[in-house]
């Protein structure tokens, strides 16, 4: 643990992690002291309710018929059994006071870690603004967030040529991001969906050339990670007067480049079927049984590094590693994208009880892997896989190697981004126990001027 800060700053942190360990000391007696036997109750049904939910969501997903109808019933009886139970036993004293102490002792000790840990976010320098940028976009993506921001006027406005998609056809993307270098273009941009976002960056890339993304797609998960504002695009265009650039990581998957994800096993399978774009939820329930119980598809193995991973349900390759891999935990986004390596998120459940097993313990459950690498090889025992690239549905021949190219994409984005990940460090108990007990540094001693004998 880096030490490295003044003693003023260490002295605090040390405050804060005593102070989050006796908050989270104070949560477990809220519940075993405070309130009794009832105290107990709270943790003990807090913890059959979350198995019981995901017991429910494994009948809806695995199963159909009777059997999914029961375990829609219970990821709804759940939750209401325990408000029951807790209104019953009159334990909600101790159910509140136990959740505010814990968010504080949470609180508390990553405010300790941050005082003596340098964040490690990514680190943007200055560089000379482009005079000849050229931005694609398409006019459909994210339900016409061009034409709703005005995102070709306000682009031409800042000396930017323009090149509008006929979506009418189909278009290949990364061929006109090639014509534009050919015309001189000393910038590529893209106002469009993740996928399109991955093409032209890779010509970007090739050619060493920055590249603007504007989030005028649907979800923006690039542009999420990168900081920028997904609510108004145009603000993206600031990168054109007032920006600064990210030197950050392409993955590679079959040779193609990718900036978020390439997923491989059931949300792939998923995705190349032709109803899915029209109805997504409907066609996932209907293919998920076959799926999960494995009457249709195929499993999956990976190799990285040492480690081989077997007959897995569901592959997740990213481009740099996800902060919170846990499939129960919201907003999972990327504080990095310069690491220089893939993440890896392997899923394999076959009953309810594994099911439960991933809600309860998250990254230590046995059907969730969570690793890391620079390169991953997935195999199969057919001949083409289907991969989910950034969102698109391909097929590749197996066995599909990933890579990841460290450094290879120029970012130009804003200066000011209102969405920049905090590199907030991560977060272990014994890490706040050691800051907590550990002695304090002494200062440095003051220096005394040289004295100056008299003229």
Avoid at 313 to 340: I, K
Avoid at 421 to 442: G, K, Q, Y
């Amino acid at each position: 643990m880096s030490q490295s800060h003044p003693s003023g700053t260490s002295a605090r942190a040390r405050r804060l992690a005593r102070l989050a360990l006796a908050c989270a000391l104070g949560a477990v007696v809220a519940l075993v002291a405070a309130s009794g036997p009832g105290g107990l109750l709270v943790l003990v049904v807090g913890l059959a309710g979350a198995a019981l939910m995901a017991v429910g969501t494994w009948w809806v997903l695995a199963h159909r018929g009777a059997l999914r109808v029961a375990g829609a019933v219970l990821m709804v009886a759940a939750p209401v059994a325990i408000l029951v139970i807790y209104a019953r036993a009159d334990v909600w004293p101790a159910a509140l006071v136990a959740i505010a102490l814990w968010a504080a002792a949470t609180v508390c000790a990553r405010s300790a870690l941050r005082g003596v840990r340098q964040p490690q976010g990514m680190q943007a320098v200055t560089c000379p603004l482009p005079r000849h940028p050229v931005l694609i976009m398409n006019p459909k993506s994210g339900g016409g967030k061009v034409g709703r921001f005005g995102l070709v006027e306000k682009a031409e406005a800042l000396g930017a040529r323009v090149v509008l998609l006929d979506t009418t056809v189909k278009t290949d993307v990364a061929a006109l991001a090639r014509q534009a270098v050919a015309g001189g273009a000393d910038l590529l941009g893209v106002a469009g969906g993740d996928g399109t976002q991955a093409r032209v960056a890779e010509v970007a890339a090739e050619h060493d050339l920055p590249f603007l993304v504007i989030s005028a797609g649907t979800r923006n998960h690039f542009a999420m990670d990168l900081g920028l504002d997904r609510e108004d695009p145009s603000r993206c265009l600031d990168a054109l007067t007032d920006g600064e650039e990210l030197r950050i990581d392409l993955g590679v998957v079959g040779g193609q480049a990718f900036v978020n994800t390439a997923s491989f096993g059931v949300y792939a399978d998923i995705v190349q079927r032709p109803e899915y774009r029209d109805a997504k939820a409907g066609t996932a329930l209907n293919a998920l049984p076959d799926l999960l119980l494995g009457y249709a598809g195929h499993p999956l193995d990976a190799a990285l590094d040492e480690i081989r991973l077997e007959s897995q349900q569901a592959l997740l390759v990213s481009n740099n590693p996800y902060a919170a891999p846990e499939p129960m935990t919201a907003g999972g986004r990327r504080v990095r994208l310069d690491l220089g390596v893939l993440g890896l998120l392997g899923i394999r459940v076959n009953n309810a009880a594994q099911a439960a097993d991933i809600a309860l313990r998250g990254t230590k459950a046995t059907g969730l892997q969570v690793l890391t690498s620079r390169r991953i090889v997935v195999g199969s025992d057919a001949e083409s896989i289907p991969v989910a690239v950034d969102g698109e549905a391909l097929t590749m021949p197996a066995p599909v190697t990933c890579s990841i190219r460290p450094g290879a994409l120029r970012v130009l984005v804003p200066k000011h981004r209102p969405g920049a990940p905090a590199a907030s460090p991560p977060m272990h108990w014994r890490d706040i126990l050691t800051l907590a007990f550990s002695r304090p540094r002494p200062a440095p001693a003051p220096t005394s001027p040289p004295s100056r004998t008299p003229a």
